[in-house]
């Protein structure tokens, strides 16, 4: 589910960026930052943030 989320928050991302410079969407740069935010995300998950009890 992480993967999808990513995925998703870097499409708006993307898009928003895109639009505010006047460009056009380009898809393989959304995708090159949906897996640096999957990477950033489950590291952050399952090692940094792990809760301890």
Do not use: C, Q, R
């Not at 499409?11 to 740069?29: K, Q, R, W």
């Amino acid at each position: 589910m992480t993967i999808v989320w990513a995925v998703i928050i870097s499409f708006v991302i993307g898009y928003v960026l895109a639009s505010m410079a006047g460009e056009t969407l380009h898809v393989p740069s959304v995708l090159s930052l949906a897996a640096i935010f999957s990477i950033i995300v489950i590291l952050l998950g399952d090692g940094v943030l792990k809760e301890s009890n």
